[in-house]
């Protein structure tokens, strides 16, 4: 908003998210994500914000079959610009896979270059949420990388210092730093904790560490062979209804009916049963719920760490494949 109000463009404040996206529990990154359930307590204070459809392949919005695809929901972008007015628009936020609120959901190729050639006829910006995804969770440095699509910014946390230390960051276009300094300004945007140097020397050492030991090749790697393995415990569980993710971020989401994806009732409380099944039996998941429409859906997130084995993703299935029994023979049958 500032480097628009910068240029003489002060209209342009909305910033249009995604249904089903995760940004954060600020008001902002609640208004911006799209998670039905976590934004309902705070519905009254929520400043402003758009939405498009999410880009999801198991339970596409448009209600078209998945592949082939041919990404329209993209298009919504341009509409909603289109009735909002491109003069009021600043950006375009999304999760290039959205992890917490729709399990890795990951989008069709094509889908991003169609967001950057709307955002660009439009000038927007596009912001890229990479909090999850970045610093070689899926394979590659960011997971825009997948499909060679730029972001104006990417907003980054998580991986950046391994876990070690609470780090987050910003990545800027130069152009846009630059239009913003050549006013001989910065961007107003201080918080106490900003620049802390223990937490930045933490990140530059996970950084140094992952590159030493080509921890991203691993995440591509071992992370194409985790995807195997989970689609594989598709033929010992029915609740198995899609398996999905990129790299080192993979997603199980847990269904009533393979047939037609029905979820479970919310009261089965499935997601949780089978997050606290897997750790009980020494496996960390992410449950996550309200997959389907923000209130209905169960999933389970994987994120292990990028030095992860191939025999320690075995272990891993191992323990899920046992969970999803127990919890399986405990849901009422009816
Ligand atoms: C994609 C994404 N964006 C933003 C956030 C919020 O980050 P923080 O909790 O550091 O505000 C999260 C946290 O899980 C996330 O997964």
């Given at each position: 908003m500032q480097y628009h109000r910068d240029r003489g463009k002060s209209g342009k404040h909305v910033v249009i998210g995604r249904w089903g996206g995760y940004h954060g529990s600020t008001l902002a990154g609640l208004a911006w994500g799209g998670n039905a359930g976590r934004r309902l307590p705070y519905s009254a204070a929520l400043p402003h914000a758009e939405h498009i459809p999410p880009c999801f392949p198991y339970r596409c919005w448009l209600g078209r079959p998945c592949p082939p695809c041919d990404c329209s929901c993209a298009d919504h972008l341009e509409r909603v610009i289109g009735q909002v007015g491109a003069e009021n628009v600043a950006a375009f936020v999304a999760e290039p896979v959205v992890g917490a609120t729709l399990g890795a959901a990951v989008p069709p190729p094509g889908y991003f270059a169609r967001i950057r050639e709307n955002c660009d006829r439009h000038d927007v910006l596009f912001i890229a949420d990479e909090v999850m995804t970045g610093f070689g969770r899926t394979g590659r440095a960011f997971a825009l990388d997948h499909w060679a699509v730029a972001p104006d910014l990417i907003a980054c946390a998580k991986g950046i210092a391994g876990g070690y230390a609470p780090l987050g960051a910003v990545l800027v276009k130069p152009e846009i730093v630059g239009e913003v300094r050549r006013r001989g300004k910065s961007f107003v945007i201080g918080h106490t904790s900003a620049g802390n140097p223990l937490s930045c020397a933490t990140g530059a050492a996970v950084l140094r560490y992952v590159l030493d030991h080509e921890l991203i090749a691993n995440a591509a790697a071992t992370g194409s062979y985790l995807g195997d393995r989970l689609e594989g415990l598709k033929t010992r569980h029915a609740m198995i209804g899609d398996v999905r993710g990129l790299g080192l971020l993979g997603g199980v989401e847990l269904v009533r009916d393979r047939a037609t994806k029905r979820p479970f009732p919310r009261e089965w409380q499935v997601a949780s049963r089978a997050g606290a099944a897997t750790l009980e039996r020494g496996l960390v998941s992410y449950p996550g719920t309200g997959?389907?429409?923000?209130?209905l859906g169960d999933h389970l997130l994987y994120a292990p760490p990028l030095t992860i084995t191939r025999e320690q993703v075995d272990e891993l299935v191992a323990i899920l494949d046992e969970s999803l029994g127990a919890v399986g023979e405990s849901l009422p049958s009816a």
């Open positions: 997959t389907v429409d923000g209130a």
